[in-house]
């Protein structure tokens, strides 16, 4: 089955800088990658995904990359701010009509004014 | 907006006891998910459900049940509950097709003792 393995565990980064967190999958039939952030007591919350046929996605701040070939996808936030820190988690699936998601163990990015 | 509601946000049960954890959704969708969420693991699929009295096994299904008796609730039981199952448990929905974003309810935190 499918197995999604995400890194760092934690990132600390000042306010105004970048973060980049990656993930890498091991099923090559996977063509949806979705990332949630979850904030503290809160539920996860979908902020941004891409399909395989696409390569970059932008919003905002907020930006994925797709490397089918490699098997690997990030998630860019730039100039972030302290409402940023949370935990986020990418996700992989296939096709299939009930969209099964694997998920990374989740990084713990924390934002310092 | 899609609500998802978990019908407690704490519970505290004993070893041995038959436990049950609901979830409604308000949006008519196809799709139901069960995880839980333990640190360091990220969120791992108990059981899903793509239709009423359907369900399917994720990758952590012992231990646990589920039933669909209508397409709004997905209840979650613990047969016999254990130490090892408390945690934190997600429900999600999402509409039937490929790149459906999963919509999560605010989780219950379960505490066997």
């Known amino acids: ?113 | 907006d899609v609500k998802v509601t978990q019908s407690s946000r704490y519970l505290v049960k004993r070893t041995g006891e038959k436990v049950f954890l609901e979830c409604v959704q308000d949006m008519d969708h196809e799709n139901m998910f069960w995880y839980r969420q333990d640190p360091g693991l990220g969120l791992r699929l108990i059981y899903f459900s793509y239709d009423v009295k359907m369900k399917e096994k994720g990758d952590i299904p012992e231990g646990y049940s589920v039933s669909r008796e209508k397409k709004e609730r997905f209840s979650l039981i613990l047969e016999s509950a254990s130490t090892n199952q408390t945690s934190m448990y997600l429900c999600a929905s999402s509409p039937q097709g490929n790149g459906q974003p999963q919509h999560f309810g605010d989780g219950t935190r379960l505490s066997i003792l």
């Not at chain 1, 099923?27 to 904030?39: C, G, M």
């Not at chain 1, 979908?46 to 990359?65: C, P, W, Y």
């Not at chain 1, 996808?73 to 096709?95: G, K, M, N, W």
Request: net charge neutral; hydrophobic share 30%; glycine share 6%.
């Open chain 1, 1 to 113: 089955g499918e197995n999604v393995e995400q890194h760092p565990s934690t990132l600390s980064v000042q306010e105004g800088d970048s973060a980049v967190i990656k993930c890498t999958y091991s099923d090559s039939a996977s063509n949806y990658f979705p990332w949630y952030k979850q904030e503290l007591g809160k539920r996860p919350q979908l902020i941004i995904d891409i399909r395989s046929n696409v390569g970059e996605k932008k919003d905002q701040r907020i930006a994925v990359t797709l490397n089918k070939t490699a098997k690997h996808f990030s998630l860019h936030i730039t100039e972030t701010q302290p409402e940023d820190s949370a935990v986020y988690f990418c996700a992989a699936s296939r096709d299939t009509g009930f969209q099964k998601l694997v998920f990374g163990t989740g990084t713990r990015l924390l934002v310092s004014p």
